[in-house]
């Protein structure tokens, strides 16, 4: 089971909030820092000092840190043109020395849109769909050849397909809880399928609709690493939960019903019923970025003991 960081700057964080807890990620063992990407704050958050841009912070972490590996989860596709989004993980990927992942989704708040003036088209999966088609396209297009696309919502004539990544092949995620399309484009273009604040149930399901979708298109089930997005709350006592349920504005007993909550013992228990439905990675929602004790607390009371 790996475990890796993820955070949710656009609640309230700095760039060098988010290089503390990028740093400290890696300083403790975790397997990658990963980031949402979204313009406005949700809830009761203030979001103060404003939101910072998922992959202007990639760029800057790619230089800060030296091991840990650097992604989004999601990416929105409303946010980018595929080909300049292709250029712009190639860049991180080469500024990382080869660390960069890419997850990849339709877009989805239209709140954030709305607020800084981007279009929120209707027929986001479609255009999703395209959009995986040429990003993972150009980046494997040989260098020297060109790369057309001729598609309902994006063309491309002629591309040089420049620059490569350093990576031979971007790790791509595509993720959620749709039960035919999803699982589909999971199949033809991702690496790994991550589906995100499911419960045990829901998330066996899912993989096995993604495992079925792998097959019908000519792979192993066995070709994608699957994966959970759920929140983290751990204490050595009671009263610790409670107090970073409290910092994060949760209740304990929500938390341990659908997240990662309670004693080390208590979240190597609820993680080890992920991993016996099919879980092979862990994204650890920290929503308190300021605590970085809790992350010192996981990796070595939690981490050491998973297998």
Known sequence: MDLRVFTEPQQGATYETLLRVARAAEDFGYGAFFRSDHYLKMGAADGLPGPTDAWTTLAGLARETERIRLGTLMTAGTFRLPGVLA???AQVDQMSGGR???????????????????PFPKAKFGRLEEQLAIV???WETPVGQHFTFDGQYYQLKDSPALPK?????????????GAKRTPALAARFASEFNIPFASLADTERQFKRVGDAALEHGRSAADLVYSNALVI????NDAEVRRRADAIGRDVEELKANGLAGSPAEVLERIAAYQAVGSQRMYLQ???LDDLDHLELIAAEVAPHLS
């Open 233 to 236: 709350c751990v204490g050595r």
């Open 136 to 138: 993972t396209g150009l």
């Open 87 to 89: 250029i712009q993980v």
């Open 100 to 118: 960069v992942e890419l997850g990849l989704g339709s877009g989805w708040y239209e709140e954030e849109h709305t607020a800084y003036g981007i």
């Open 165 to 177: 990544p350093a990576q031979a092949r971007v790790p791509v995620l595509v993720g959620g809880h």
């Open 286 to 288: 920290m929503l308190d």
